[in-house]
Each structure stands twice: as C-alpha cells, then as structure tokens.
C-alpha cells in the first residue's frame, strides 16, 4: 500500500469516526431543557410564622423593582458578609427613595452545611417580603440554580451575583445606569460586570500554564460562541425580566459554562448586551479547580457550539408558562 492509498484510508477513517461523534452527539442530547422542579422547591420558609408559602412565578407580572438571586453551595462560611454588603446598599437605596423595592432569593444547591440555615437567619430579621431561601433538593450546578431562583422572582429588574462576595455590591448602580443607556428598563438587555480591566495584575500572579489556559478559554468562547464580551464568566449580571425569561427558558448548561450558553442565547435573539467594568477580589474558597474547571468548560464550549450547529439543542423564542 502506498503513501497515498494510507493517506486515504487514514481520511476515511477519521470522517468515519467524526461522523459518528456527532451522532452519538445528536442522540444523546435533549432538545429543550428541563424546566421541571420538585414540590419542595415550589415553597419558602418563614421563619418568623412558622409557615411555607408557594413562591410566584416568572409569569406573573413583576411586584418588586429588583430581584437578586443569589446561587450558594456550601457557603456556610462566605455567605454572610455577602448578604450584609448587599442589604446594607438595598436598605440605604430604598431609604433615599422609598419607591424603590427589591428581594435576595439565596438559592441552596443542594448543600452538605448549613447555608440554608445562615440565609434563613436573614429572613427572620428583614421579613421574606426581602429575603427568601429557595432550598434546592438536589444539586443543579450553578446555572440550574440562578435559573430557578429566577423563575421565582418577582423583579423587573433581575440581577445574579456570587456568594463569596468577590463583587462590591454598590457596582450594581453601574451595571443599572448601562441597562438604562442600552435600551431602557422596559426592553430586553442584558449588563455584565467585567473583570477585564483586572487581567494584567492577575497574569503576574498566575504561572504561564494557567495564563496559558486562560487566553485558551478566552480563545475559544470568541471563535466558538459569544464575541464581544471580554468577560463572560463574571458572576455579577443585570437582565431585564423579559430577557430572563427568554434565556433562562431555553439555557441547556447548567453548570460552570452556563453564562457562555445565556449570552450565545443573548446574541442569537439581538438582545443588547452591554459590560461594565467591577470592582472585584479574589475570595478564599472557590468551588473551581482552575485547570479541570478550566478543561471541562472547553468541552462544554465545543459541545454548546456543535448541539445548536446540529439542531440537536433547540431554541423557543416564545416561552411557555409553567
């Protein structure tokens, strides 16, 4: 067998096995996302009557001026001075202007501690009219958590930020005044905050195999699926409730590259998306391991990419109530 003729075969052989990869892709993925919860999750505790109430829904008009959802796994220890940075700025917002309202929704991901206890204690002291506990009963990953936080919220306005508190919560009057400018309160638009004025004295702290893995990330989600944002994984975004319930209604990730997979989503309906530079630190206590954390999300990338190329993931740009 000659040069040519291996050449050939070798060429066959790897159509052959792509062909069935994307096969084996197609089957084996589900068209729309689960939007089902438990009967559990359907409730809120408070723990100053003693009583379960059913949350609302996404589709009943909204009450509140601003919901903040805030997605916790094991966060017993962080939790707190989270949840005081940003009741301290809600509660002197509202004081300046009394027409102003808002709710936390702390979403528990299935956690082994106490973090449903710590947020409840918040509950108790503000009144569930501001703080809310969704306990999930089982872990969804961090996307599946905002995701049902958000569904239960009664905000025009809808903001997720993380638990650790690496964000400076006040930062939320830039990513509002950016909503306002892009398109109004009233349409769909989508703020980020960005650490991407950040990323030249974080390099100097990093080793070049991590700085490596990092611009490869970057790499992939401008060739594969969002351009134009700098920072997609930056836990701290501002959406209208109408473009939270497009998004959220048709996000197939649900864990740590969940943010590529809403802003793709963002880009393929035209929503206006805009970035806000944030302060931000880094906090003890990440749940990522950065290289496998960092690994698993370029796969997650490619498959985001391929699953809506094959039509494999499908996209409802008229979301049903649950």
Not at 92 to 111: A, C, H, K, L, P
Not at 151 to 164: E, N, P, Q, S
Request: proline share 3%; aromatic share 12%; net charge neutral.
């Amino acid at each position: 067998m000659d040069l040519l003729s291996i050449f050939y075969f070798l060429l066959v052989a790897a159509l052959i096995i792509l062909s069935l990869c994307l096969v084996i892709i197609y089957v084996t993925s589900v068209a729309y996302p689960d939007l089902g919860r438990y009967e559990s999750e359907k409730f809120f505790h408070d723990p100053k009557r003693k009583t379960e109430s059913e949350f609302p829904s996404i589709h009943d008009p909204p009450s509140v001026d601003l919901t903040v959802v805030v997605p916790a796994y094991n966060e017993e220890e962080r939790l707190s001075s989270m949840m005081d940075e940003a009741l301290e700025y809600l509660e002197d917002r509202q004081q300046n202007n009394q027409s102003f309202s808002f709710e936390i929704i702390v979403v528990d991901d299935g956690s082994k501690d106490k973090t449903s206890e710590v947020a409840l204690t918040y509950s108790e002291k503000y009144g569930v009219d501001k703080v809310r506990v969704l306990t999930l009963a089982k872990n969804r990953g961090k996307g599946g958590a905002i995701r049902l936080g958000i569904f239960v919220g009664r905000g025009k306005l809808m903001l997720f930020a993380d638990a650790d508190g690496a964000s400076k919560f006040s930062d939320y009057k830039k990513l509002e005044v950016e909503l306002k400018k892009k398109n109004g309160q009233d349409n769909m638009c989508v703020v980020c905050g960005s650490r991407a004025h950040l990323e030249k004295d974080s390099i100097a702290e990093r080793s070049v195999f991590r700085t490596f893995l990092m611009y490869g990330f970057h790499f992939l989600v401008w060739f594969l699926c969002v351009r134009g944002v700098k920072d997609t994984q930056c836990g701290f975004k501002l959406m209208t409730r109408e473009a939270a319930i497009l998004l959220f209604s048709n996000l197939h990730v649900e864990r740590w590259a969940f943010d590529v997979d809403m802003l793709y989503l963002a880009q393929h309906f035209k929503i206006p998306l805009g970035e806000v530079a944030i302060a931000w630190q880094e906090i003890d206590g990440s749940k990522m391991v950065p290289i496998w954390s960092w690994l698993q999300m370029g796969r997650d990338l490619l498959l985001i990419r391929l699953r809506y190329i094959l039509g494999a993931w499908r996209i409802n740009s008229k979301p049903k109530s649950e």
